[in-house]
């Protein structure tokens, strides 16, 4: 079955849950309207599910070749991509000043989520691009930006992001690629990369490279990594191509997933030496790649989201197909869509709700992104710019988590048919699985949360966040809408929960920080169960408050997250809080030291 | 990395979490004793490391062929098949009449963990044969026993379960296969069945499949059904073959994972049908069928613990040879094993204590259902065939959850490399995948547990259970070992918890079955969640009483366990006993109906 982009759930979690409405507004986002964000997700959903959707399978069937350095992507890609460009999607909130169209990163979070949706190996190549354009954009000069902006942001060529080494994955300060600086100021790039994302394909003429690499007389660590730009073809004045360049794919993964997507090994120096440009400064290449790097995780977060919807639908239509067995009650010969058994309702409740949790947070991610860089007053910004990165970690890892989790289910509601490719939920199983493992796995998100950013400013960012969540369940307790059942009862208890273990974490992420990150984990959880919670009846409420005809059903969503998910927050407490020993006592128990 | 099996791990689980030590002083397994119990996994294990592990890459990169009806296994499978029999490893437990060794099922049970770790998709085939054995012994006529038994026995052909048929999954009572009654006593079957592991095979010169079908004056549903032997090739007077039976694969599964083993849709009739034999007395194959899958089901929850062991002993292996990233308070150039950091050991931590509750849980199956089949007091017998009705469930769901559980951990432990096929981690992800669905999917068994498991004589099965585990906690509480943390009250907890859940359920079972239905799922984890914790917590202190020198590791598992796991149940049983109607309204929340 296809894709259908659920637009009516999208704008709510944009406008309300994440708070979209509030910043229009306050007028940080000018000119910009809801209605225009409803139209271009409306036209987004069409593009998918005409052109992308349709290829999610023959990509994952076909997958890619690399012959003689030269990779050829599944029937139909190259095209489908052509399509993407002159859509102008690849330009959706791209810089006006190189061709972009400037929408909110908001709108282009949503797209995102639509295009992982539809085909999540696709998808991938534009997240890198978009990556790229902003460590250019904001650390590149102004000759550089000239050369390659305008072509990467109508996606003419596409961009990748080059960190791993096989000895350097999350330690990226371990790479060893050197680079050395030439008489005309270029430099010379020698070294291997591995796992790089789309480092070649047909799909474009050219593709940027942007490559983390040492100099000779650099720093140990990250703080001797430099950005460089390294065109697969070198660019001449007038913007021709010119020669190729020393950078090759010499390998290609043979994954679990994302089979249509080639993830390469990328050998520089065979030839002399790729050319590459600084970007930034010479060793503050970690501080541009964390600029790619924080856009990425939101992106691969709404990865998580759109395989999870797309695994959610097709188990929802499957579930109303499938007939097995009688209801309760019932008698007498036929049988009835697996749908009436409370056991399947309880499987497609959890996929959906959790969905919609981590659709809430990834938008309000990039709805705090959009203020921390439109809004007028600094203040604004330095708060916004504050959520933005306390929401970082959670949009990807949660969100992630949950991405595997709904395959999961997606694969068991359809029984025996879901461990047979054909079926197709298996392959967003497999396709999910590398979304909680790159761009930082779900444990260095987990630790980044816990120590980066609850610590960063004694906790403020997240007392700031609990207590906007403290105002929705306020909100919930007083509606008195008893189709809430217990949900303001159990996000208050949740809300509590959480505070208790924040405040625990802080007091050990600098006198005991091996407790602390013992229990980074199981706290992302538990704030993502609490957070999805909340936002989730916030989400409820304004359907209430605006009338919608569907608002019970937001109700009930919002119900079954408080009443089944976010109950787990005390028992997740108490994991943080008194387990930490018995984690410590991994050497003792596993290897007998 | 190969396998390893973890004999004394499974010792202490069999001897003291699974009882087998307390039914051998009994006398109810006459003069087996510990000792050979011991000497048999170790020549187990040997087996595995040396013939099956190597074969499991072959087989999950090679798959199987079908070929004008015939299938090929992968390169090297016909020849350890072959010393599979002839080693003995087939007859395990068979019955002594027919060549069996007539071991204990407990020591069976710890052999087909041992060969699920070594290749899962190996060690499906003999557990299918061992079910036919099953049924066959149980409710074959003499003369089909005796032409028969031996062989499969043996291992010299193998048996298959043919139940489902696409519209007849989980709903065995919509099967159609027909089968008509010959003047000569035989049956002409004709229809087609799918999902049929190793239904064809070139491992052994003959198969004897097992096929339900439906005569043409039965009843409609489950009550209509008759089980039937159908042998792939006639067999003579002599014994020798005969013709070709009218019974084929006519198509294999592509599958996400169990590449090597065979998913066949076999089809009878072409030939004007299939020749079968009755196995009981006409429309009571349901009931012969049942005999066979609860040791099936009990067989694919040790696939579980398998496949789980061997995903952590990969993740243990790499996580100490990986090396990124310092340990905290490390400082200087170099790098530490992955193993120490706490999000890692967390990791590492949980596969182990899950893997090591599930076995338990299996093997105290295994030994509850020797003691119904072995004990001379009726009474004894009685209670032990209610434990293991009880269990049975568990072992089946729990188990297979936490294959695919740790398994995903697997993966994530390897980062990148988890992604890539190579490195086999996610083989077993894919492996596992299977376990949670087939022999019931773990819905099946939740509603089982539920409406009749725990309803059955009104919860008593249940309280004589929950009374034992009580036990082991108070041994927890009076140890006074610091080492415990809190186990003895988290347990505690988790104990009364799940009291409290199961009275909630008990009265629900009849007057509000759909309410009782969608706690199934949840029941069972916070079941599972305290049973897997007080039988660990019961090992670690058996540990210390024997003066075990790993009595300090067990020890830690279990507090791990108990205050990371067992810490869950209240949250499960709020959900249990709170949710009921956020599950209901997944009409209105997911059709808008």
Known sequence: MTYRAPISDMLLSLNHGAGLKAALEAGHYGDFDADIAAAVLEEAGKFASDVLAPLNKVGDEHGIK???????????????Y????????????????????????????????????ANVAFGLCPLLTASAIEALDAHGSDELKTIYLEKLVSGEWTGTMQLTEPQAGSDVGALRTRAEKQADGTYRIKGTKIFITYGEHDMTDNIVHFVLARLPDAPAGTKGISLFLVPKFMVNADGSLGPRNDIYASGVEHKLGMHASPTCTMTMGDHGGAIG???????QGMRCMFTMMNQ????????????????????LSYAQERRQGRAVGKKGDGSDAIFVHPDVKRMLMRMRAQTA????ICYATAVAIDVSTRAKDPKVRAEAAARAALLTPMAKAYSTDIGNEVAYLGVQVHGGMGFIEETGAAQHYRDARITAIYEG?????????????????????VWALLDELSATVKQVEASNDPAFGTTGTKLREALEALTRTSKWLLERVASAPNDALAGATPYLQQFGATLGGCLLASEALAAKAEGLGDAPRYVALARFFAENIAVQAGALERTVTESAESVAAADAALLGS
Request: overall charge negative; aromatic content about 6%.
């Open 441 to 461: 796995t779900n444990g260095i998100q987990a630790i980044d949360l816990v120590t980066r950013k609850l610590a960063a400013n004694g906790g403020a960012s």
């Open 82 to 117: 052509k399509r993407w460009t002159e859509g102008g999607w690849n330009a959706v909130s791209g810089p006006e000043d190189f061709g972009g169209q400037g929408l909110p990163l908001a709108i282009n979070a949503a797209c995102t989520e639509i295009w992982s949706a």
């Open 66 to 80: 690399l012959e003689d350095g030269k990779v050829t992507t599944a029937p139909g890609w190259p095209d489908a």
């Open 357 to 360: 949790a981590a659709r809430t």
């Open 277 to 283: 440009y600084l970007i930034g400064e010479e060793n």
């Open 296 to 315: 990425a995780r939101l992106g691969v977060g709404l990865e998580g989201v759109g395989v999870a919807d797309r695994a959610y639908q097709q188990a």
